[in-house]
């Protein structure tokens, strides 16, 4: 590349992080000024981790700065060579090669203006594209890393045209179908733009044909070793759950639920309690029993992280979907939580949102399962998005 913009687009278990860090490494073993930002400083510090870990697998160490955030942790235990900056003020004359991370208020400072090579911007799918467009002036060559098909960023307020969108979300909008009130995206990134990790390293085929199709235009793969996961069902077993991988709906039809349901609940622990104990075998081809740690509970509103919070034991992982980006487990379980009709006032597009549905399913290895009110599929729809919305779940209940 000779300037412009590199989308790299990570679907859920494709090794993103890890792709980002062998790039990243490549680049700097030939001598270039690599920048690393995000919103977050943990965002910067996975990908620094990554990138020290890539380095040290070939004997060398990670030489550059860190510049903001927490001063100590394994970020700079593992990697003794990378300084710590306190300041965005004098980071620019600590920096003398090798890689730099930190944030907006790093790379927008006048100083930085044309200093590097590269900028890598991780989770881009949730860094404001003012925020991208200040930092791009400090590197030739801009690299973006995300998935706007995950979750995006929280928007508050009302902005004008694009000044709305992340950075990820600006470089992927399909111009020909786009409306200024209801932008359009593309669901993969075009081969002439970008890269399309397209394998993912987590979930089993069964989850990861749901996640391809119904997501990814049937892009995304399952690595041949995902196949060995899972759940052992005793030939003939009856019960709430008998399949051993995949996608798995369980009805419950109260009436009245908006943001919480305990009629969910109960369905929810009566499954964990069938599955707990049974033998799983990983992708490796170990064998264990599933423990509590081996779950994720899902729920769309705190209400109903609450109360399945006290109706499961203290360890369990409880949390919306946005507490969850990023981590795995063999199964995962989503409460829905919102009787047919009931949907209160964010309404179907949010319990139903493709990005939400999509993170959520797919922090499944083995077994992802729906707990929901089936009538559901049966609710009108006011417009085309609801359609798209309505069919979505349509394939759940079908699972």
């Known amino acids: 590349m000779s300037g412009g913009c590199l989308v790299i687009q990570g679907p859920p278990g494709t090794g993103k992080t890890y792709t980002a860090s062998r790039v990243i490494t490549t680049l700097l073993a030939k001598g270039k000024k690599v920048g690393v930002a ?7 510090v996975n990908l620094l981790l990554a990138c020290g870990e890539a380095v040290n697998e070939n004997g060398g160490l990670l030489h550059g700065v860190k510049v903001g955030g927490d001063a100590e942790g394994p970020l700079f235990s593992a990697n003794p060579a990378l300084r710590y900056v306190s300041a965005t003020g004098g980071a620019h004359d600590a920096y003398t090669d090798g890689v730099v991370g930190g944030t907006a208020w790093l790379f927008t400072r006048p100083e930085w203006e044309g200093a590097l090579d590269f900028l890598f911007i991780d989770e881009a799918g949730q860094v404001p594209l003012a925020n991208a ?6 590197a030739k060559i801009l690299v973006l890393l995300g998935d706007q098909r995950q979750l995006e960023q929280p928007v508050q307020g009302s902005h004008p045209g694009d000044a709305g969108l ?7 909008k399909d111009t020909a179908a786009s409306k200024p009130d209801a932008p359009v ?3 993969v990134v075009s081969p002439d733009y970008g890269l399309f990790l397209g394998e993912s390293r987590r979930m089993h085929p069964a989850v990861c044909r749901f996640i391809s199709e119904s997501i990814y235009e049937g892009r995304l793969g399952s690595h041949p070793d995902c196949a060995r996961q899972k759940i052992v069902v005793k030939p003939g077993a009856k019960g709430l759950i008998t399949k051993e991988a995949g996608v798995v ?7 009245g639920n908006i943001q919480r349901s305990d009629e969910e609940v109960d369905r929810v622990l009566a499954i964990y ?3 707990c104990g049974r033998p799983y075998t990983a992708s490796d081809g170990s064998t264990r029993p599933l423990a509590l740690n081996d779950f994720l509970f899902i729920a769309p509103y705190n209400a109903q992280v609450r109360v399945l919070q006290a109706a499961l034991p203290d360890a369990a992982r409880v949390g919306s979907v946005d507490k969850f980006q990023g981590q795995e487990a063999p199964v995962c379980i ?7 009709g009931e ?3 964010r309404g179907l597009a949010f319990i139903l949102n493709q990005n939400r549905i999509n993170v959520a399913i797919s922090r499944a290895q083995c077994l992802a399962l729906v707990v929901a009110d089936p009538r559901i599929a049966t609710a009108p729809a006011g417009s085309i998005g609801e359609m798209i919305l309505i069919n979505l779940f349509c394939k759940l209940a079908d699972a």
Do not use: I, T
């Open 38 to 44: 995000s919103d977050s400083h943990q965002a910067v």
């Open 185 to 187: 995206f593309h669901a």
């Open 249 to 255: 709906f369980s009805g419950v039809e109260p009436d």
């Open 166 to 172: 992340s950075a990820l979300q600006y470089a992927l």
């Open 334 to 340: 989503l409460s829905l939580c919102s009787s047919y």
């Open 133 to 138: 467009a200040a930092m791009a002036r400090c």
């Open 343 to 345: 949907y209160g006032s």
């Open 273 to 275: 309690q069938e599955l």
